[in-house]
């Protein structure tokens, strides 16, 4: 096989978050075709053809995009640099841009427009920075109503049919949260997910009659099944369950049918419920993920966003009648790479303490030798690596590397208990799980012990610095992306709204702080052997820039290797084309330079 240059890996675009028109005739979606995410729209129905074309022309990214109710305008958001205090603008069907929150020092989360489309629901920490509060906004006086629910992370989820109340949302940790009914006339909040124990309440749609609410969730269960609440008695009813999450849960307009994914160990399945009959459905789609499911108008397609390995981003349609699925966008096509992209294999290796941890392993399609092997750790923890396209990890791969994504203890799609093994003081239990998966690879993927590599982002940011200081015997090459490198400096310098959450997680400094300090990469710098690259955005809200430079500064007084780059423009992802071939370009070099083929 001919290898071929990381530029062509790099310039794959995306295309992702697909929304009918309220007529039906097209589909707006974000597409990263111009290097910069932004709006982008195509025709669909009978005899449609022709490209996507662009409709917003912003200098900075586009995050999400939103129908109003019967209008052909949009919401849609937009930080600056990567700095995720996101910003509500209206998007007219004729081009026009409208600033709607206009306070850039703070966050705003959409909630839905109303059932006559004049007034949006929106969540800022505008009042103060370590709490959200719900606000509605009328968008033709853009009038601003402060709607005080208390000190605490609330959000609109969605107004209710007849536009009097509003369906909002306690965040009482990553893992837990509880649905309420806020009615505008009185300013009451009644909760109607009343729980004991940890459980999350999602994707909420309500019955034709009004009287019930569909959601996903998982109260009392290891696992997300379909629920049926009804709103008057509060009584919770079970409709689907099974030994997977269930995801992104999507109905119809005539209130008849439902739509989700199975979360099959990271691959989706996709589910269609007809309500009336109680009958299931499944389509075929290649082995990856599905996501943001929403049906046409008329009730004759589903739209969603397909991604997997080998079929990077793009919008696909399902016809209900037949069953059969279409790419309706190519934006992620490259010829240069067909029959290049790597499938992974799904993997699982016995960890210390006997658990099972599922992985995926991908391996050159042309090998005999010894493989060089990158541990690419994800973020979260509460994530999951899964099945999708992954530019430096599919050059590697063209390049003669074996990768391995582990889902270790703490991450989310193998049922609650799973995700809480390493809580608080179980932390280094994860970082544990790498080192038996690289023994387990050592053994039965013909691995090379010499030229073991470990890269990760975020959270997967301090288990790479975490592997390196305290088992540093193991590894050639390290890539840090945003971690951090010590959770006493993390929890002191994250945004205030995510400090009690990430508690819940890791722990606070007073009450686990000494355990920090035995743990923390930061303490242990003079352990590491290996050469390491650390990348960051200097806007990061999430993971301070600090939590990098520390790391640096402590490395460079003792002239170990280490290379470092930041990025003036990004935040805690690397979003701008230009800054991701630069990044891409040099996690590359710095791996083919330590344990490529040649090193």
């Known amino acids: 096989m001919t290898a071929v240059g990381i530029e062509p890996y790099l310039h794959v675009r995306f295309a992702e978050n697909p929304a009918y028109d309220p007529i039906g005739h097209r589909i707006s979606f974000i597409a990263d075709y111009s290097g910069l995410p932004q709006v ?106 402060h709607l005080n629910t208390g000190d605490g992370v609330y959000s609109a989820v969605k107004w209710f049919p007849d536009g009097k109340s509003i369906l909002v949302q306690k965040i009482n940790s990553p893992l837990d949260n509880d649905l309420g009914i806020f009615e505008l006339a009185t300013g009451s909040l009644n909760w109607i997910t ?66 989700f994914s199975i979360n099959e160990g990271g691959i989706s399945k996709g589910v269609l419920l007809d309500i009336n009959r109680s009958t299931l459905y499944t389509w075929k789609t290649p082995i990856g993920v599905i996501s943001n499911l929403k049906f046409s108008p008329d009730s004759h397609k589903l739209a969603y966003q397909f991604k997997g390995a080998a079929y990077p981003s793009d919008i696909w349609e399902l016809d209900l009648k037949t069953i059969q699925a279409e790419r309706l966008t190519y934006v992620s096509r490259s010829p240069v790479l067909e029959n290049k992209l790597v499938e992974p294999e799904l993997i699982s290796f016995r960890s210390f303490d006997n658990l099972e941890v599922p992985a995926f392993y991908s391996r050159p399609k042309e090998s005999t030798d010894k493989l060089p092997v990158v541990i690419y750790i994800h973020g979260g923890p509460e994530s999951q690596a899964r099945a999708v396209y992954n530019p430096v990890q599919q050059y590697l791969l063209n390049q003669g590397y074996a990768v391995c994504s582990p889902n270790i203890r703490g991450s989310l799609g193998y049922g609650k208990k799973y995700t809480h093994l390493d809580d608080v003081q179980k932390r280094m239990d994860a970082v544990k799980d790498i080192i038996f998966l690289v023994e387990w690879l050592k053994t039965n993927r013909n691995v090379d012990p010499k030229k073991i590599a470990i890269m990760g982002g975020s959270y997967g940011g301090f288990m790479v610095l975490a592997a390196i200081s305290h088992y540093p015997y193991l590894w050639s090459a390290a890539i840090d992306i945003v971690g951090m490198s010590s959770l006493r400096t993390f929890l002191q310098t994250t945004s205030r709204w995510r400090k009690k959450h990430r508690e819940s997680e890791y722990g606070t400094i007073e009450r686990d702080g000494e355990f920090f300090d035995r743990i923390d990469p930061l303490n242990f710098s003079d352990r590491i052997t290996s050469p390491l690259l650390i990348i960051h955005g200097k806007g990061d809200p999430r993971v301070h820039i600090k939590e990098s430079e520390q790391m640096v500064d402590k490395l460079k007084k003792r002239n170990h290797l280490v290379d470092f780059i930041s990025f003036e423009d990004e935040g805690h992802s690397i979003v701008k084309q230009k800054n991701k071939i630069t990044a891409y370009k040099e996690m590359v070099k710095f791996l083919d330079r330590y344990i490529g083929n040649g090193s």
């Open 194 to 259: 009343d729980h004991t124990g940890e459980a999350g309440f999602k994707d909420p749609h309500f019955s034709k009659d009004g009287d019930h609410i569909y959601l996903l969730s998982n109260k009392d269960k290891e696992f997300y099944g379909l629920a049926l609440i009804n709103i008057k008695t509060k009584h919770l009813d079970w409709l689907e369950l099974g030994n997977w999450d269930f995801e992104d849960l999507a109905m119809n307009s005539d209130k008849n049918l439902l739509a």
């Open 40 to 145: 982008w729209e195509i025709n669909v129905g009978e005899g449609s053809e022709g490209w996507p074309v662009q409709t917003s022309f912003t200098k900075e990214r586009i995050t999400f995009i939103s129908y109003l109710n019967g209008k052909s305008n949009l919401i849609i958001g937009m930080d600056v640099g990567g700095n995720e205090n996101q910003q509500l603008y209206l998007l007219k069907e004729e081009g026009e841009l409208v600033g709607l929150t206009n306070s850039p020092k703070h966050i705003h989360r959409y909630g839905g427009s109303s059932p006559d489309g004049k007034w949006i629901a929106w969540s800022s920490n505008r009042r103060n920075p370590a709490f959200f509060d719900i606000y509605i906004q009328n968008l033709e006086s853009l009038e601003i109503r």
